[in-house]
């Protein structure tokens, strides 16, 4: 008898505020089931998150107003999240420029809207490290950076797997994954798959 294929991993992707359906799309194309998350009931039976980019601001204004805080800070403490750029904000265990609430389920400091305005925003290609690279692939990763916060202070639990420019733009802790820039935005699937690997 041959075997019966494991079950796709069903990943919420928090569909409050920014390119969720972007990264929905990226998980299938990683191997996911993406679920969109609008509500705390829908977080039940996934087996990991993704908060995406979008206005973080904004977003902790829509995750209160829809009951979602503790929720979310429950679900942060027991299972995978991946956030990027705002995503990223919200998971970071100390914001600056200016401060505001996150949920510090990743020891490291960022700043919002480091590298400037809109028109600040870049396309440029990283070069992972040898952990990446070991574990997702070789080659080059083409970074989406729209008015991307900066990582400023990583503790020392935390892993740095990519650069930009001297700081870290790809990290990671325990269960956790954080990315500064849209790794949705490519066709690139190595980035969500790396995250799969967390489940």
Same mark, same amino acid.
Request: hydrophobic content about 40%.
């Given at each position: 008898?041959?075997?019966?294929?494991?079950?796709? =991993?069903?990943?919420?992707?928090?569909?409050?505020?920014? $390119?969720?359906?972007?990264? %929905?799309? @990226?998980?299938? *194309?990683?191997?996911?089931?993406?679920?969109?998350? &609008?509500? %705390?009931?829908?977080?039940?039976?996934?087996?990991?998150?993704?908060? +995406?980019?979008?206005?973080? !601001?904004?977003?902790?204004?829509?995750?209160?107003?829809?009951?979602?805080?503790? +929720?979310? %800070?429950?679900?942060?403490? =027991?299972?995978?999240?991946?956030?990027?750029?705002?995503? @990223?904000?919200?998971? %970071?265990?100390?914001?600056? &420029?200016?401060?505001? #609430?996150?949920?510090?389920?990743?020891?490291?400091?960022?700043?919002? &809207?480091?590298?400037?305005?809109?028109? $600040?925003?870049?396309?440029?290609?990283?070069?992972?490290?040898?952990?990446?690279? =070991?574990?997702?692939?070789?080659?080059?990763?083409?970074?989406?950076?729209?008015?991307?916060?900066?990582? *400023?202070?990583?503790?020392?639990?935390?892993?740095?797997?990519?650069?930009?420019?001297?700081? +870290?733009?790809?990290?990671?802790?325990?269960? /956790?994954?954080?990315?500064?820039? /849209?790794?949705?935005?490519?066709?690139?699937?190595?980035?969500?798959?790396? #995250?799969? !690997?967390?489940?």
């Amino acid at each position: 008898m041959s075997a019966m294929p494991s079950p796709r =991993k069903k990943v919420g992707v928090l569909a409050l505020q920014g $390119d969720f359906e972007a990264h %929905a799309k @990226a998980l299938e *194309r990683a191997g996911a089931e993406p679920v969109l998350v &609008n509500r %705390a009931g829908d977080l039940e039976g996934i087996d990991a998150l993704v908060i +995406p980019g979008g206005e973080s !601001t904004t977003m902790l204004k829509l995750i209160g107003e829809t009951g979602m805080k503790e +929720p979310l %800070a429950d679900f942060t403490a =027991k299972k995978p999240v991946f956030g990027t750029c705002a995503g @990223a904000i919200l998971l %970071a265990k100390e914001v600056t &420029n200016p401060e505001q #609430f996150s949920f510090g389920a990743v020891d490291l400091s960022i700043e919002r &809207n480091a590298y400037g305005r809109q028109v $600040d925003s870049r396309v440029a290609t990283i070069e992972p490290g040898e952990e990446f690279a =070991k574990r997702a692939g070789e080659g080059g990763v083409e970074a989406v950076f729209i008015r991307a916060p900066i990582i *400023r202070r990583t503790g020392p639990g935390v892993r740095v797997l990519a650069e930009y420019a001297g700081d +870290p733009v790809l990290v990671e802790q325990g269960k /956790h994954l954080i990315a500064t820039f /849209h790794p949705e935005l490519t066709s690139d699937p190595r980035i969500h798959r790396l #995250f799969l !690997t967390k489940i």
